[in-house]
């Protein structure tokens, strides 16, 4: 009844603020990826029915941070089986994806899903992963301008052509064609002032991961903003602000939770993406604001960053994360929020529990806003 009330204020273009799921597909130990797999689907396919707009799942490889080589071919499984909720590969890392098989990809899924698309693209952080890839680390901002750029032409005409210094690409017709603008429904992973800028410059939505205080978040999101304006002739589309979760009826229980479980995800996040190494400062200008923070995070005790980290992220009862989303709408003025409840070794029940209070507590006010 809830989701039909919601799905009819849409129909009439009552404004209501949109909720996503990431799924993280984290691997655990003493926990089998076949067993991973079917728990995370098994949320994913409930997040619709609980109300959620969009699924957002990562891509990553090759390692237990998270598991999701294709995200089109897993929201290809999830568009089978739901009718309503946005389907967000989050994102398409352009270094390691061809720009011709993103747009068919891309296009294949909004076919299948009869339009529910939102399209994410992202850069690239891990140097491990680009290392599987074989593609050069300090090639990664080049590679997504010129990629970006083709991939966006793509999708609003069906054809794909290129001549850049790494995507020598014959024009070609794709098949499917497009069958409606992708105009409204792309984004992309801001992290860095240089891609906040980039996705101003395109006229690209954007998304950032809560690693810090938000009120230094604001300061990107306000540029962005502007280039967009700016290059677009209209305003920017909502930023993405993407959370770990836990929601608890025990605020000491959900502290509790949040310590264990986020301190470990930060753990995870400082060894996948080797935030202490040298990877940055060697890959030149590409990753020049990685290499001062690597400085700002030697520099600095771990302690004070796991607590900087935790204290970004959404954890309590219902009322304290409404009141955490309540100051963010201030600070920020409309956004998207994302959630991920699964991480850091959370059990799986544990992360359902914690999911379906969320959406029951603190997603039906919220969506008043």
């Known amino acids: 009844m809830w989701l039909a009330r919601q799905m009819m204020k849409r129909n009439l273009g009552e ?32 997040a619709e029915a609980m109300g959620f707009d969009l699924l957002m799942p990562v891509e990553h490889h090759f390692f237990d941070y998270a598991m999701i080589p294709d ?21 398409f890392i352009l270094p390691w994806n061809d720009p011709l098989r993103v747009t068919e990809k891309a296009i294949l899924l909004d076919h299948l899903s009869e339009g529910r698309v939102v399209v ?25 301008d ?25 024009r070609i017709e794709v ?7 992708f105009r409204d429904r792309t984004y ?7 891609s906040v800028d980039t996705a101003g410059r395109l006229g ?12 230094e978040a604001k300061v990107d999101i306000d540029r962005h903003r502007t280039i967009f304006k700016q290059s677009q002739g209209f305003d920017a589309p909502p930023p993405i602000t993407a959370d770990c979760l836990v929601c608890d009826t025990s605020l000491r229980r959900a502290e509790t939770m949040a310590r264990e479980h986020m301190s470990r995800y930060w753990a995870q996040l400082m060894d996948h993406y080797e935030l202490l190494s040298d990877n940055f400062a060697q890959a030149g200008a590409a990753y020049a604001s990685y290499a001062e923070m690597t400085q700002y995070l030697r520099s600095t005790k771990q302690e004070a960053l796991v607590d900087s980290y935790r204290e970004c992220n959404l954890w309590g009862d219902p009322e304290r994360i409404l009141d955490k989303l309540r100051e963010r709408r201030e600070l920020l003025g409309d956004f998207v929020v994302a959630v991920s409840v699964s991480y850091g070794g959370m059990p799986y029940e544990d992360a359902r529990r914690s999911l379906r209070l969320f959406a029951d507590r603190v997603m039906p006010e919220i969506k008043t806003w």
């Open 188 to 194: 992309m992973v801001g992290m860095s002032p240089q």
């Open 15 to 46: 404004k209501t603020m949109q909720v996503g799921l990431q799924p993280l597909f984290q691997g655990r130990p003493g926990t089998s990826d076949v067993e991973i797999y079917k728990q995370e689907i098994d949320l994913a396919l409930e």
């Open 120 to 144: 994410g693209f992202g850069r690239g952080l891990a140097k491990r992963e680009f290392d599987a890839f074989r593609v050069k680390f300090s090639e990664s901002r080049e590679r997504f």
């Open 175 to 181: 098949r499917p064609r497009p069958f409606k603008t």
């Open 146 to 170: 010129q990629a970006a750029g083709i991939i966006l032409r793509g999708l609003e005409t069906g054809i794909v052509e290129g001549d850049t210094p790494h995507y020598q690409q014959p």
């Open 204 to 215: 690209l939505g954007c998304m950032k991961f809560a690693q810090g205080p938000w009120v």
């Open 71 to 91: 995200n089109t071919v897993l929201l290809s499984y999830i568009a089978a089986r739901t009718r309503t909720i946005k389907l967000m590969p989050c994102a």
